[in-house]
Structure formats: C-alpha cells, structure tokens
C-alpha cells in the first residue's frame, strides 16, 4: 500500500478551486498544517473570510480529493480564517494603532429604502459568522441603529479619554443616537458634521475589527464626503429598492464613490417582492430585479436581494433584527447569504492585489 506524504496531499487538493478566486487552494496558500499518521490526514483551509459563501462546498471537495488518494483512511479538515485588510485609497494619513481592517459605508441616495435596517442585519450576519464586527451609525441627523440593536446604556470613555463603543449582540456599536434626547433635532453645517465624523473615527476605541460598516445617512453630502476624506474605505455598498424612481437615485451614490476614487462592492436590493404568510403567492410591490439589471449595466457585483417582510420591520422595531432573533426565517437566510456576498466581494479585491494582507486602516 502506497505510503501518503504531504506531497500526495498537497497534490490531491490542487484539484479544488476558489470559485470565485479561480485558482486552487495550495496556490492560493490557504492550505495549512498538514498531518499525517498512518492512514488518518488532517489539515486546515484557510479561509479569508468566516463568511464565505462556498465554505462547505470546498470543505466537501477537500476531504473528497484527499479520500481518494491509496492508503488513506480518514480524512480530517478543520476550517479556519484570517480576514485581509484594505490599503489605504483615498484617504489621507490617519495617525493611530491600526485595529481595523476593512471600512464599508452602506449608502443610499434617497432615504426609505431600509438602508439601516441592512445595515444592522448584516452585520449581525458577519458577527454571528465569526468575524470581529463594528456599527457605525453615521446618519447625525436620524440615527436608528440604536433602536433596532435595543441598546439603552451609554458608552463609556476609556484612560485615553476615548469613546469605547457600547458592545450588543456581538457588535461594537457608535451612534449619534447615543448623544440626543429622542426628540431632539442636529442642525448641523459641514464643518460640524466633519467633526462628528472625526470624532467617531479617530476619538473612538475600536479595537481589532474585521469589518467596520458604516450606516450612512441618504444622499450625497457632507458626511459622505468627510468619511472619504478622512479614511481609507474597502468599497461602498448601495442599497436601493426595485423601482425605476429609487435606482435612478441610488445612482447618484455610485457616481459619488467613484468620484472620491472609491470602488463599489455591490448593490443590494432591499424590499424586493412580497410573500404572502397566508397563501405563499408573490407580489412584487415596486417592481423586481432593477437592481440586478442596473449592477450588470453599471459592472457592479450583485449582492443579493432582501424580501419585503413584516417580521424583518417588526423585529428592528423591538431591538432584536431578524437574523438574531429568527435566523431560519427567510428574511434571516436572505441577508446572511447577502452577507456572505458581501464578505466574498472583500475577499476578492484582497487576494487579487487590489488589497494588501495585513494592511490595517489606523484611526
């Protein structure tokens, strides 16, 4: 009987690909810590993101290739992750210890479309994958995350006289809504809101993060700007609706990410067709697949599609989102798999050269 070595092992998994990546996983170094006694072969994949989409699949393929090979007769992968960071793109110099490896502002060019409701349920999704996870509520003017994560204390400040972000369902969490009384108004020119946003970057304690989403506020003004000046940001992520009227919009948040020289990782669309709980008959209330014809025109990845659902309104509305609160719900399988795109979409510009490892964005 032939005797395995690493070699053979090695070999057996160059037939398993990255289906996005299109390279197999030894080249793509993602193969780690082989062992072998007898006929018994362990090893760990890699993975850039906890999220990956395709995690069960390449782990099915590997333990397949590896079976396969004569004289082995237990198979053993163990599936690991380390998040790539983002280099810096049209930031200026941001002094600081790096702790965050990659900043998505999820933006909208119109209010209504449930920017913050995916902005939340999202980054539960990437939090409960595994990943070290960070909120930033960055609409000044109606802040809501507070709300839908039902966080009611305050965060503190630290020895360095720095914000420490209030931590909910495993996110680390910072808000304008922290600060107002719920009837109060910000009435804010530039230079204030810049401020704020510096505030809420450099001033904060963010410890070691994988993924920083940023709930920006509709539009494309001031706040849109300072973030883009001030950080260096992974890509934008553009949520809009299926109907003509709102994507025609959302268009304009495109066309600002590429005049800040800031690459777009997707769209999503978000209230994307109705399902009845009673009947299962679909009704799609603003129209279907827009968003999807206008990423294929525009070159832009799509991210996926959100139904319309009264749960996933209730469930923000009583501070548990639904991809905590039901996670085997549609809704919930809906924004986990559009988190999973998301996080593939990172992964993709970093391994691509586009993103450098171990790069890390410093406040």
Same mark, same amino acid.
């Given at each position: 009987?032939?005797?395995?070595?690493?070699?053979?092992?090695?070999?057996?998994?160059?037939?398993?690909?990255?289906?996005?990546?299109?390279?197999?996983?030894?080249?793509?170094?993602?193969?780690?810590?082989?062992?072998?006694?007898?006929?018994?072969?362990? @090893?760990?994949?890699?993975?850039?993101?906890?999220?990956?989409?395709?995690?069960?699949?390449?782990?099915?393929?590997?333990?397949?290739?590896?079976?396969?090979?004569?004289?082995?007769?237990?198979? =053993?992968?163990?599936?690991t992750s380390h998040v790539r960071a983002a280099v810096a793109s049209t930031a200026q110099g941001v002094p600081g210890a790096p702790t965050v490896k990659n900043i998505i502002p999820i933006a909208s060019g119109k209010g209504g479309v449930g920017k913050s409701t995916v902005s939340a349920n999202l980054a539960l999704a990437l939090a409960r994958s595994g990943a070290?996870?960070?909120?930033?509520?960055? =609409?000044?003017?109606?802040?809501?995350?507070?709300?839908?994560?039902? +966080?009611?204390?305050?965060?503190?400040?630290?020895?360095?006289?720095?914000?420490?972000?209030?931590?909910?369902?495993?996110?680390?969490?910072?808000?304008?809504?922290?600060?107002?009384?719920?009837?109060?108004?910000?009435?804010?020119?530039?230079?204030?809101?810049?401020?704020?946003?510096? !505030?809420?970057?450099?001033?904060?304690?963010?410890?070691?993060? =994988?993924?920083?989403? +940023?709930?920006?506020?509709?539009?494309?003004?001031?706040?849109?700007?300072?973030?883009?000046?001030?950080?260096?940001?992974?890509?934008?992520?553009?949520?809009?609706?299926? !109907?003509?009227?709102?994507?025609?919009?959302?268009?304009?948040?495109?066309?600002? @990410?590429?005049?800040?020289?800031?690459?777009?990782?997707?769209?999503?669309?978000?209230?994307?067709?109705?399902?009845?709980?009673?009947?299962?008959?679909?009704?799609?209330? @603003?129209?279907?697949?827009?968003?999807?014809?206008?990423?294929?025109?525009?070159?832009?990845?799509?991210?996926?599609?959100?139904?319309?659902?009264?749960? +996933?309104?209730?469930?923000?509305?009583?501070?548990?989102?639904?991809?905590?609160? =039901?996670?085997?719900?549609?809704?919930?399988?809906? @924004?986990?798999?559009?988190?999973?795109?998301?996080?593939? !979409?990172?992964?993709?510009?970093?391994?691509r050269g586009e993103m450098t490892p171990d790069v890390t964005v410093t406040f």
């Amino acid at each position: 009987m032939m005797t395995v070595t690493t070699t053979h092992v090695l070999n057996a998994l160059r037939s398993v690909q990255d289906p996005d990546l299109k390279r197999d996983l030894v080249s793509l170094g993602f193969i780690k810590d082989v062992a072998i006694e007898g006929g018994r072969v362990s @090893f760990a994949i890699e993975l850039t993101t906890p999220a990956c989409p395709v995690r069960d699949q390449m782990k099915e393929q590997a333990r397949s290739a590896v079976q396969a090979l004569p004289g082995v007769s237990d198979v =053993d992968v163990r599936m690991t992750s380390h998040v790539r960071a983002a280099v810096a793109s049209t930031a200026q110099g941001v002094p600081g210890a790096p702790t965050v490896k990659n900043i998505i502002p999820i933006a909208s060019g119109k209010g209504g479309v449930g920017k913050s409701t995916v902005s939340a349920n999202l980054a539960l999704a990437l939090a409960r994958s595994g990943a070290r996870v960070g909120l930033m509520d960055a =609409d000044v003017y109606g802040p809501t995350i507070p709300t839908m994560l039902g +966080i009611t204390s305050q965060p503190d400040v630290d020895a360095q006289r720095r914000i420490i972000p209030v931590e909910q369902h495993g996110l680390k969490v910072m808000s304008m809504g922290f600060f107002m009384k719920p009837e109060e108004a910000v009435i804010w020119r530039g230079p204030m809101l810049h401020k704020t946003m510096e !505030q809420f970057l450099r001033g904060v304690a963010w410890g070691d993060l =994988d993924y920083l989403l +940023i709930d920006l506020p509709p539009g494309t003004g001031d706040v849109q700007l300072s973030l883009c000046q001030l950080i260096a940001i992974t890509g934008g992520v553009i949520i809009s609706t299926p !109907q003509d009227i709102a994507l025609n919009v959302a268009q304009k948040a495109i066309a600002m @990410f590429a005049k800040l020289n800031a690459p777009v990782l997707g769209i999503i669309e978000n209230m994307s067709h109705y399902v009845c709980p009673h009947c299962g008959g679909r009704d799609d209330i @603003f129209g279907s697949g827009g968003a999807r014809r206008t990423a294929e025109r525009r070159g832009i990845p799509f991210l996926g599609e959100v139904p319309l659902a009264t749960s +996933i309104r209730d469930t923000s509305d009583r501070g548990r989102p639904i991809v905590l609160s =039901d996670p085997a719900s549609p809704g919930a399988k809906a @924004f986990t798999a559009v988190a999973e795109q998301l996080a593939a !979409q990172i992964s993709i510009r970093a391994m691509r050269g586009e993103m450098t490892p171990d790069v890390t964005v410093t406040f």
